[in-house]
C-alpha cells in the first residue's frame, strides 16, 4: 500500500491514514494498539475505519506440517488426524480444525526438511 514507512507496524485506516502503533489484540468488537505519540487507541471494529493491520518482524512458529488448502491458503499445524472423509489438523494459530479432503491440496511434513 502505498504511503505506508518502511518497516513500520500499525494500521490503515479507511481515509488513507497510515497510524503508527503495536498491535495489542481485539476485544469486545474493538482493535486494540499502543503508539508512542497517542497511547493506547481503540478502533471499533464495526464502524470499517480500519482497512489493514501491518506486522513487522513477525517469525513464523516452526511446525512439523504444512497444509496447503485448494483456495491457496497454508495451515502450519502440530498433528492431523485422517477421519471420515476429513483431516483434523491441529493449527498453531486456530486450534483443531475439520477440513474436507476436497479442500486439501496438498500436506508437507515440514520436519523432514534438511
Known amino acids: 500500500m ?3 514507512p518502511t518497516n513500520r507496524a500499525g494500521v490503515f485506516l479507511r481515509f ?3 497510524f503508527e502503533s503495536e498491535f495489542k489484540g481485539i476485544n469486545s ?3 486494540k494498539t499502543s503508539s508512542v505519540l497517542f497511547g493506547i487507541k481503540n478502533f ?3 464502524k470499517q475505519e480500519v482497512l489493514a ?5 513477525i517469525t513464523p512458529a516452526a511446525s512439523p506440517y504444512e497444509v496447503r488448502l ?3 491458503s497454508v495451515l502450519k499445524v502440530k498433528s492431523l ?3 471420515e472423509g476429513t483431516v483434523v489438523v491441529d493449527d498453531l494459530t486456530l486450534g483443531p480444525l ?3 479432503l476436497a479442500e486439501v491440496a496438498e500436506i508437507r511434513n515440514t520436519a523432514a526438511r534438511p
Not at 53 to 57: E, L
Open 29 to 31: 468488537g474493538a482493535l
Open 2 to 4: 502505498p504511503g505506508r
Open 16 to 18: 488513507g491514514d497510515f
Open 44 to 46: 471499533p471494529l464495526n
Open 98 to 100: 475439520p477440513l474436507p
Open 81 to 83: 488426524t485422517f477421519k
Open 53 to 57: 493491520v501491518v506486522f513487522n518482524n
Open 70 to 72: 485448494a483456495d491457496g
